[in-house]
């Protein structure tokens, strides 16, 4: 295997990538999750020996879903600044141009290792607004629009044009909580907020009903996921019986930072919670400015989405709660340890079991703001064949015209 400009594709390739991800000075916010990494060095051209500071169980996971290997003598030749305008890779598609703010033009990799594949000739991808999307999707312009609101599916469904395609995917909206120093140290309030939510409101006013409750962070088919956990019912009355006991008769307010893409989703929160006398203080912030704004500190809780690039339960656990992740303010060493239990355990039964446990932690603590996971919607030309994953992410080379 090769990389699109020649270069070969071998443990030397693999070693140096890993090298700059787990060099503080490369400054990767992803760093905490590719702690277990000590090194790497080259056995032969086609082996790689990864060697870790503890047994770590989900090692591939962490490699596939954060790690993409890159070019080093196109990197050290070209620099960093001319790479992330000019990338270079191995898979189906090669990059052929970009112009910002409009579109980005792919080719096919007529090299890539999997025979037959990709089916398509090149890909180009439209940055327009979400009506001159479903507009193009319509008149023919566009062949696949990723993230279609629900309001339009049935002008899809009725244009004779295009089809809609559901997948539910590993994503949700939640959050962190502080229980080190804020009135979220107490359990009572934690729990009396997922009381006070109303999942099938939620569901059908944010989604238009392409979701499903959760009881926790974790979904079907995540490894650790405990497929006994039920949602917490909608009870308002049991709710505002907790703020009593909490000693908080009257209400509370709490202050939160929100990711723009939540924003409507924790409007419609906010909405149900002030039912129960929780009213929340909230400032919007994005995804260059999250790790810089949730470390200002001084807030109660965090929201936003989070997908699941691992397909483990580990990832969207990781990124709300862990002591170690930039991304949250919740520092407990109970969860630690019990996340370091199921991420050290090797064995894959074992390993689900120790994440099964820690999911019902998660639960039983009420450690974040549990809402629903996302069935993701696409509007698809109807002579396109598109294959939808799990994960959200959209493997083109699967695509192909009819």
């Given at each position: 295997m ?9 443990a ?6 890993i090298?700059?991800?787990i060099?503080?000075?490369?400054a990767f ?5 590719l702690?277990s990494?000590?090194g790497?060095?080259?056995?032969d051209?086609l ?9 770590d ?8 879903g ?5 070019p080093?003598?196109y ?6 600044r001319y ?6 890779g191995?898979?189906?598609?090669r990059f052929?141009?970009?112009e910002?703010?409009k579109a980005?033009?792919?080719?096919a990799n ?9 089916k398509?000739d090149?890909?180009a991808?439209?940055f ?8 193009g ?7 696949i629009v ?5 309001t339009?599916t049935?002008?899809v469904?009725k ?5 809609i ?6 994503y949700?909206?939640a959050?962190s ?8 140290s107490?359990?009572?309030?934690r729990?009396?907020?997922n009381?006070?939510i109303?999942r099938?409101?939620?569901i059908?006013y ?9 009881p926790s ?24 019986r ?5 000693g ?5 307010t709490?202050?939160?930072?929100v990711k723009?893409q ?9 909405r149900?919670?002030?039912?129960v006398g929780i ?6 912030t994005?995804d ?5 704004d949730?470390q ?13 690039p691992?397909?483990h339960?580990f990832f969207i ?7 170690y992740s930039?991304?949250?303010?919740h ?9 370091a239990e199921m991420t ?9 079991r ?13 450690l974040?703001?549990f809402t ?6 696409y509007?698809?030309?109807?002579d396109i064949?598109?294959v ?11 695509s192909?015209?009819?």
């Amino acid at each position: 295997m090769r990389f699109h400009d020649g270069e070969p594709f071998d443990a030397e390739a693999v070693r140096v990538t890993i090298k700059k991800f787990i060099d503080p000075q490369s400054a990767f916010p992803g760093a905490g999750m590719l702690d277990s990494i000590a090194g790497a060095e080259v056995v032969d051209p086609l082996t790689i020996r990864i060697k870790t500071k503890y047994p770590d169980g989900i090692l591939l996971h962490r490699l596939a879903g954060l790690v993409p290997i890159l070019p080093p003598r196109y990197l050290a030749g070209k620099g960093r600044r001319y790479f992330g305008r000019h990338p270079v890779g191995t898979g189906a598609f090669r990059f052929v141009s970009w112009e910002p703010g409009k579109a980005i033009h792919l080719g096919a990799n007529r090299d890539y290792w999997r025979q037959g594949f990709p089916k398509a000739d090149g890909l180009a991808f439209l940055f327009l607004p979400t009506a001159e999307q479903i507009a193009g999707l319509l008149d023919g312009r566009v062949d696949i629009v990723t993230e279609l609101p629900g309001t339009a599916t049935m002008a899809v469904v009725k244009s004779g044009r295009a089809k809609i395609v559901k997948k539910g995917v590993f994503y949700t909206v939640a959050g962190s909580v502080n229980v080190s120093s804020s009135v979220l140290s107490d359990v009572r309030v934690r729990r009396a907020i997922n009381y006070a939510i109303n999942r099938a409101d939620l569901i059908r006013y944010d989604l238009l009903g392409n979701g499903v409750a959760l009881p926790s962070l974790t979904m079907k088919g995540e490894i650790g996921h405990d497929p006994a956990l039920t949602p917490y019912p909608y009870d308002p009355a049991e709710a505002r019986r907790l703020l009593r006991e909490a000693g908080y008769p009257r209400g509370l307010t709490l202050k939160g930072v929100v990711k723009v893409q939540g924003e409507r989703t924790m409007r419609i929160i906010a909405r149900q919670l002030e039912r129960v006398g929780i009213r929340l203080v909230t400032t919007k912030t994005t995804d260059a400015t999250v790790i810089r704004d949730i470390q200002r500190g001084g807030w109660d809780f965090t929201f936003g989405g989070c997908p699941d690039p691992l397909a483990h339960s580990f990832f969207i656990q990781f990124i709300f709660l862990s002591s170690y992740s930039p991304y949250s303010i919740h520092k407990s060493a109970v969860f630690d340890r019990l996340m370091a239990e199921m991420t050290s355990t090797l064995d894959p039964s074992g390993q689900d079991r120790a994440g099964r446990k820690l999911d019902r932690y998660v639960h039983d603590q009420a450690l974040s703001l549990f809402t629903y996971q996302r069935i993701k919607t696409y509007g698809v030309a109807k002579d396109i064949h598109f294959v939808a994953y799990k994960t959200g992410m959209p493997y083109f080379y699967l695509s192909s015209i009819e």
